[in-house]
């Protein structure tokens, strides 16, 4: 074994070794800078501990071996793009934390401090190429500077309706705007456009919103229905039309029962009204809704039979009945009638088919009528002649106007029967990316989606709930301004813009875009950047993914 060598403390490569004691004079230091006294070394050391105690807290995303796939290399392509699955994972899992959606190609910590998610969709930025990607980064300062995530691909094509910047079809939205008001007194006199024939329901619509039907199996007994007539004439656009309202209260017998009944004519008139003693005892009497007192009872004798007797005679063999939610009316009647026209079918304000807008709403948006205000209950003859109206503005306007569903409908048939040639794979695959707003709107979160009107297509299943409100505007400079206001309330956790670049090298419009998307985010926020057209013929989209933190201000001042 070797011995050490000692240098020698003559040797001209030693250094002579000078030791300093930890007093308030410090070493000079090698390169000039200024070195800290021991009461600055203390604060910040101090402050570095109190700043990495705070980091802690803040929400960010971190990719793992199978995001790290998905990042895009120098020339623009990944070695394994994500699906739109595995995006929405992230997006749902922070929306509603830890639960049934968990991201497997990232991880982030921290969720439950975050305070929205945002997501901005980009159509027309072309990246298919090393020189179109080293140009988009190079146009797009701002994902550097806010230090985004490296870009990530994913299987998300161009939205299939991208080609067209024109939509001449007016939405549901529109028309409430433009239309509901003072259609109230007008539209009566109005001739009728839509066939009265075309809003009866079906067979299998009264079977599906369980209408009473002599075939139908029933939880209840049928003993005491009856048949309006005793045999029917076909209906024309001359048969007339009776909108009536029924109030009931809770009996004994565990259901409700029949303690009011109004009906009124075309012209809105009253022809009918007449409380109702039940045949069983009153156990409550749902006066918030009904509106009925024991004292408005107390003398009343009129039975369900009486009713049932008054209404036969009033109805011809050719007559209509209007209702909101009729089947409900007609099991208190304990009646049979085969022509029906329902306000909350030929309605319809979020494109769910099965969803229901209840009366009071439709009233205020389409003849701004307030009606079931108070505490007092409703009343049946006000809620008649709301039904009446709604009908009489339906038949003057046309079979789609207010009802969002049959809208959808309309626009996919137009879009599809363009000739053009359409991508069905691109097609299923931007509704995988769409069911991410199905599966937001099942949350209790508030959510907000901007569109430009033209990208409205492939959205067409998906409109407007109480939690999930879907926009469409005219211009992209709309869109963005709109989803900033929406962003602002930090009660949306959930905002999303979808907009379209008609000039692929104008990237730096797109930067200033999303400067201002940013900029308007709150901290603690998710941002999700998705540029439609990279990757091999354009059929995969370019993701940058980042979490707003805010500025740590108050430590510095602190210290």
């Known amino acids: 074994m070797g011995k050490r060598k000692l240098m020698s403390p003559l040797s001209s490569s030693a250094q002579p070794v000078v030791k300093y004691k930890r007093t308030c004079e410090q070493p000079p230091s090698a390169n000039g800078a200024k070195?800290?006294?021991?009461?600055e070394y203390s604060k910040?050391?101090?402050y570095l501990k109190e700043k990495k105690k705070i980091l802690r807290t803040f929400p960010r995303i971190l990719l793992n071996a199978r995001g790290q796939l998905s990042q895009l290399n120098d020339s623009g392509f990944s070695e394994s793009p994500l699906l739109p699955s595995d995006l929405n994972e992230l997006i749902l899992y922070s929306v509603y934390g830890p639960g049934k959606y968990v991201p497997k190609w990232s991880s982030l910590e921290m969720q439950c401090n975050l305070?929205?998610?945002?997501?901005?969709i980009i159509d027309g930025c072309e990246v298919n190429t090393k020189e179109d990607f080293s140009h988009f980064k190079s146009s797009l300062p701002m994902f550097s500077k806010y230090k985004f995530l490296p870009p990530i691909e994913v299987e998300l094509p161009p939205s299939w309706?991208?080609?067209?910047?024109?939509?001449?079809?007016?939405?549901?939205?529109?028309d409430v705007v433009s239309e509901s008001t003072s259609t109230q007194k007008e539209n009566v006199e109005n001739k009728e456009i839509c066939s009265r024939t075309r809003l009866l329901m079906s067979l299998n619509q009264m079977m599906i919103h369980n209408y009473p039907l002599p075939t139908n199996k029933r939880q209840f007994t049928m003993d005491g229905f009856r048949f309006t007539k005793n045999h029917y004439l076909p209906v024309t656009d001359n048969s007339p039309m009776y909108a009536i309202d029924c109030e009931m209260c809770y009996t004994s017998i565990g259901r409700n029962e029949l303690t009011r009944v109004s009906i009124v004519n075309e012209q809105l008139e009253v022809i009918y009204e007449s409380f109702v003693k039940p045949t069983n005892k009153i156990t409550n009497y749902l006066t918030i809704y009904s509106g009925i007192t024991a004292s408005k009872l107390k003398d009343v004798k009129t039975t369900l039979t009486d009713v049932q007797e008054d209404i036969i005679k009033i109805l011809s063999p050719d007559s209509i009945l209007i209702g909101q939610s009729?089947?409900?009316?007609?099991?208190a009647l304990k009646l049979f009638h085969p022509y029906i026209i329902d306000t909350s079918v030929i309605f319809n304000l979020n494109g769910n088919?099965?969803?229901k807008s209840k009366l009071k709403l439709l009233a205020k948006n389409f003849l701004d009528m307030n009606i079931q205000c108070g505490n007092l209950g409703h009343d049946s003859i006000e809620d008649s002649r709301a039904t009446m109206l709604l009908v009489q503005l339906k038949l003057c306007k046309s079979l789609t106007y207010g009802d969002a569903y049959l809208i959808g409908q309309k626009r996919l048939a137009e879009f599809v029967n363009k000739k053009i040639k359409i991508n069905v794979k691109h097609i299923e695959t931007f509704k995988k990316f769409l069911a991410l707003l199905q599966s937001v709107s099942e949350s209790s979160a508030k959510g907000k989606v901007h569109l430009k009107k033209n990208l409205m297509a492939p959205y067409d299943n998906i409109w407007s709930t109480s939690k999930l409100n879907i926009e469409e505007h005219s211009t992209n400079k709309i869109v963005l301004e709109s989803v900033c206001k929406s962003m602002e309330d930090t009660t949306n956790r959930f905002c999303m813009a979808h907009m379209q670049l008609k000039n692929k090298n104008n990237l730096d419009l797109v930067n200033r875009w999303c400067e201002k998307?940013?900029?308007?985010?709150?901290?603690?926020?998710?941002?999700?950047?998705?540029?439609?057209g990279c990757g091999a013929e354009g059929k995969n989209s370019v993701c940058l993914l980042n979490v707003k933190q805010p500025p740590l201000n108050h430590l510095q001042d602190k210290f």
């Open 44 to 46: 910040l050391k101090l």
């Open 517 to 532: 998307y940013w900029a308007a985010m709150s901290s603690f926020a998710l941002c999700a950047v998705l540029f439609t």
């Open 161 to 174: 309706c991208a080609d067209y910047d024109t939509d001449n079809t007016t939405s549901i939205t529109d």
């Open 115 to 120: 305070n929205q998610t945002c997501v901005l």
């Open 35 to 39: 070195t800290l006294t021991e009461e």
């Open 353 to 355: 088919k099965g969803s």
């Open 326 to 331: 009729l089947n409900c009316d007609l099991d």
